[in-house]
């Protein structure tokens, strides 16, 4: 069954970095997208960016454009995301979720498989 655990999260200072992690284990995601997403409170979730396990082919959302970068590890199965210029309102709870359908900037709709998400708080 494929799990996946994220990592990293935290508290930082406005201006800060973070690195968080996501660790695939379970199946072989090989044809699979996987992403972060974010969801603040009182806010729905949204997809933060994705990256294909195919083709290494990348998508951000229009603000962590030059803030965030998504990378992969295939020999430790994980999915980075890291974050750079960290602000207030990145504060959330961030997932990363795996679509069999590789796709890329599309939401939530099709990724099936969700792990169980680690705090983000941005704050002085």
């Known amino acids: ?25 379970g199946f072989n995601v090989g044809g699979y997208a996987i992403g972060w ?4 409170p009182g806010k729905e979730r949204e997809e933060v960016a994705s990256i294909s396990m195919s083709d290494d082919s990348t998508w951000y959302a229009d603000s962590m454009k030059g803030r965030f970068t998504i990378s992969r590890d295939g020999s430790k199965n994980t999915v980075d995301l890291q ?3 960290l602000k207030s309102e990145d504060t959330a709870v961030y997932y990363c979720a795996a679509d069999p359908s590789d796709g890329l900037g599309y939401g939530d709709e099709n990724y099936s498989y969700w792990g169980q998400g680690t705090q983000v ?4």
């Open 1 to 25: 069954q494929l799990q996946l655990v994220e990592s990293g999260g935290g508290l930082v200072q406005p201006g800060g970095s973070l690195r968080l992690s996501c660790a695939v284990s």
């Open 121 to 124: 708080t941005v704050s002085s």
């Open 83 to 85: 974050m750079n210029s």
């Open 37 to 40: 997403f974010r969801q603040a």
